[in-house]
């Protein structure tokens, strides 16, 4: 299925030297990451804690390009103008953190972030329709949130292809987290997807100090998935 987007390649830095993260930060762009995405974990609503605001804001200045703020904490609300402040570009909430999300996608909206609804592996995607007005990305999580290195879930491909079809010509990303490599990205990117998170696919192998191992796995990833879409169009 034809995405609506170019193919970007999104690198978390769940996976990058958390002791130089600037360095980091600088290297995977300067190796062609076209986002920088940041997986913030609270230890509540999944089972691990990563970074907040402050982290946000000390990366900020090393990045140009969009920082792309995937928040997995519960609740959401009381947390997103700190996260806005600290120059998150796109602002993405999970559907089953709150009983408000379209309230929540609102609050995000009023910041002057873009928004974004990520689904876990079990979450259908029916609620998605009446909240395609107020979104600009959907995450699709093709692992259970928590931890990075874990293994693709084959079942959520229909999930991202279902999406595509229901969000039609909307300008709205689809974005894959979760055990993005060279093998799966082409099976989601056919599917419809354009925006792909990966972790360990990206930085196993480098260093700040060594980035061009990050650039030829970027390249690798983003080869693999642009010749999915290209064999339909």
């Known amino acids: 299925m034809k995405t609506a987007f170019p193919i970007k390649i999104a690198p ?3 996976s990058a030297d958390f002791a130089d993260f600037g360095a980091e ?52 609300d009381p947390y997103i103008e700190a996260f806005a402040e ?48 107020m979104i600009d990305l959907v995450c699709v999580m093709t692992v259970n949130p928590g931890f990075g290195g874990q293994k693709f879930i084959h079942s959520q491909i229909e999930k ?24 799966t990205a082409p099976l989601v990117a056919a599917a419809g997807a354009d925006v792909l998170v990966a972790g360990s696919a990206v930085f196993k192998g480098g260093s700040a100090a060594q980035p061009g191992v990050y650039g030829e796995n970027i390249r690798a990833i983003r080869a693999a998935a642009d010749a999915a879409t290209s064999r339909m169009a």
């Open 86 to 133: 600290a120059g998150a570009d796109i602002i993405t909430a999970h559907l089953e953190a709150g009983p408000h999300i379209h309230r929540t996608l609102q609050a995000i909206r009023n910041t002057g972030r873009k928004a974004g609804l990520a689904l876990n592996p079990g979450t259908g995607i029916d609620a998605v329709e009446h909240l395609l007005d």
């Open 25 to 76: 930060c600088r290297a995977i762009e300067a190796q062609g990451a076209d986002w920088v995405h940041v997986d913030v974990m609270d230890g509540h609503f999944v089972p691990n804690i990563t970074f907040g605001p402050a982290t946000c804001a000390a990366i900020r200045p090393h990045i140009k390009g969009v920082m792309d703020v995937h928040l997995m904490i519960a609740p959401v």
């Open 12 to 14: 978390s830095i769940l």
């Open 160 to 183: 991202v292809r279902r999406l595509r079809a229901m969000i039609g010509d909307r300008p709205i990303h689809i974005e894959i987290d979760g055990g993005v490599t060279v093998e």
